[in-house]
């Protein structure tokens, strides 16, 4: 039994189940990219609907507006979804809005039997883009899906009274969630003002020197990054065979928001090649990794390490002298200047790559060891707090998905929730 069958199978007595045509009318964006203006009137996207972000967009004329307002309207209370490239992200309109659409949108038009959010919040399901995934046209670049496929899909249909509370909530869980993506957004932006300050002014200095890299607190160095090193190298150049159980083999992808991951299906090497690799060098905790091949730029600093991962060459490691605090250089290789600096090198590489000896030259900013320690204390603090928000996000996020599962399908009902 397929998964609509399944969900179809075990719905409550009084929901039904229907194609979209019989609960909406379907319509699709204009099909012609249009002249845009400065400002004018806001012309929406994939891209607006898959950030759940309309405040930048681009702007077409009010009698282009006009022309295919006559065809159709957004309004308040529709539902958007991705139809081209990304299939299957909706948006409930909550907003008076004044604004047109392109071919890559589809616009519902809820009939009577549907309440808009609860249709959107269900498009938004793992039950629903399943179906979508049948019906999306792969071998299309990019990929999308029809607007006589999409009125096919279908959906449970609760009682309009289950489907409001449902749509409420699913929709207060949402609500959780954007409060927290503000926190994170502002101690985001903390972060990096600190970063900006502290990593070249420092604190409660009042002598100030000229450096390569502008104006530095006196007692300061700029060097190398060879020069505060013990080690500089990237992972493995050679070819290696692959083995069902064994050490993983990782990549620059797997170096993301500054740990190390390693994924289920990730590559495989044996022991023994593990230890041809490290035959004269180990990687240990408080070595820096930083991504140089691809995404360029990503930083994690090694912890509690037991020789259970290694890289390919997209991934170079910095072991750091001791009169250098590894935080320290790890927030520095996260500031906007040295990835402004890994980004130029990439760019004048041939294979769109930084190559070790040029990754050695760059300089840095080093303070005393005593400062580095502080201001890498002080960064870290607002990273934890910033990991906290990122960990609550997620568990919302879980919460949603584990209550969509369970609501949407009726194995839940809410009737007690309903004033009579």
């Known amino acids: 039994m397929n998964l609509v069958d399944s969900i179809k199978e075990n719905l409550p007595k009084s929901w039904g189940f229907v194609e979209l045509k019989d609960i909406a009318k379907i319509y699709d964006g204009t099909h012609q990219t249009p002249k845009y203006c400065e400002t004018g009137i806001p012309f929406y996207s994939v891209e607006h609907v898959v950030a759940d972000n309309f405040s930048k967009t681009k702007f077409i004329s009010e009698e282009v507006f006009e022309k295919e307002n006559k065809r159709v309207k957004l309004e308040k209370g529709d539902v958007l979804m991705t139809r081209i490239g990304n299939v299957g992200t909706a948006k409930y309109i909550d907003w008076d809005v004044k604004a047109s659409f392109y071919v890559s949108l589809a616009l519902f038009k809820c009939k009577d039997n549907i309440n808009s959010r609860y249709l959107a919040q269900y498009i938004n399901s793992y039950y629903f883009k399943k179906e979508l995934w049948k019906k999306i046209i792969h071998v299309a670049f990019p990929i999308k899906i029809n607007l006589g496929d999409l009125n096919k899909c279908k959906i449970p249909l609760p009682p309009l009274p289950e489907q409001q509370k449902i749509a409420d909530i699913l929709s207060t869980v949402d609500e959780k969630i954007a409060v927290i993506d503000q926190q994170i957004k502002a101690t985001e932006e903390l972060k990096k003002g600190l970063m900006q300050r502290l990593l070249t002014k420092g604190m409660g200095h009042t002598e100030f020197k000229d450096s390569p890299l502008g104006k530095i607190p006196k007692s300061w160095e700029v060097k190398p990054l060879r020069k505060a090193s013990l080690l500089i190298k990237d992972g493995t150049h050679s070819t290696h065979k692959n083995v069902d159980k064994g050490i993983p083999l990782l990549s620059a992808k797997d170096v993301k928001g500054n740990r190390v991951l390693i994924p289920d299906d990730c590559r495989r090497i044996s022991t023994v090649e593990f230890n041809k690799i490290h035959k004269n060098f180990r990687l240990k905790n408080g070595d820096i990794l930083i991504t140089l091949v691809g995404t360029i730029g990503r930083v994690a600093l090694i912890k509690n390490y037991s020789e ?107 009737t007690n929730l309903i004033k009579a």
């Open 308 to 414: 259970n991962y290694t890289f390919q060459r997209s991934v170079g490691y910095v072991r750091l002298k001791d009169d250098c605090n590894a935080l320290y250089f790890k927030y520095f290789f996260q500031s906007e200047y040295f990835t402004k600096e890994l980004n130029r090198l990439s760019n004048a590489s041939a294979q769109a790559g930084v190559y070790l000896g040029e990754l050695g030259k760059i300089k840095c900013i080093i303070p005393c060891l005593k400062e580095q320690k502080e201001i890498a204390e002080i960064l870290g603090k607002v990273d934890a707090k910033l990991q906290t928000q990122k960990d609550k996000k997620q568990a919302y996020q879980q919460l949603k998905k584990g209550l969509m599962q369970q609501l949407l399908t009726g194995k839940i009902r809410v």
